[in-house]
């Protein structure tokens, strides 16, 4: 029917050119992405200072990348040293925000397969509607439990962060 109207089967398969441009386009996307992450990080991480009297020979070996790295991924070290230091509730927020983020997309997925596998099987078999009902109910109570693990656990880095002095 496809062809009576004009239209090929060939003209919904992508082109061999096309194909064969998909791994270079990854990689300069990719590139441009490391890039363009690398820009940003060293224009919001601050080199270490150096010191005049005594300087550390092992700093001088360690590039400004990897130093600004080091502060990147352990800030508690780098930068929470300090009375006045936002990293840490800083962190806690985002880490907060990933914690019921995470959960709740988990669960929500969870919950969403469990009902549909659950609807599935009661329109097969219509007399074991009570037992799968059943099951699911705590399945999803499981679920959602988990939910509020992570929710508990955001609040406590809100509210009462052990992290926190």
């Known amino acids: 029917s496809l062809e009576r109207s004009g239209i090929s089967v060939t003209d919904f398969q992508p082109s061999l050119s096309a194909t064969r441009m998909s791994t270079p386009r990854s990689f300069v996307l990719t590139g441009a992405v490391l890039l363009s992450c690398g820009a940003l990080f060293s224009a919001f991480v601050p080199t270490p200072l150096t010191r005049t009297s005594a300087p550390d020979s092992s700093s001088k070996n360690l590039p400004t990348a990897a130093m600004s790295a080091a502060a990147l991924v352990a800030p508690t070290a780098a930068h929470a040293a300090g009375e006045g230091s936002v990293w840490i509730p800083a962190l806690s927020a985002v880490g907060a925000g990933f914690a019921i ?12 397969i469990a009902s549909g596998r659950c609807i599935d099987g009661i329109s097969r078999q219509p007399e074991v509607a009570d037992d799968l009902r059943g099951v699911l109910l705590l399945s ?10 992570g929710l508990v656990i955001a609040l406590v880095l809100l509210f009462a962060n052990p992290l926190i002095k």
């Open 101 to 112: 983020g995470l959960a709740a997309i988990g669960s929500g997925v969870g919950q969403g």
């Open 140 to 149: 999803l109570a499981f679920m959602e439990s988990l939910t509020i693990y």
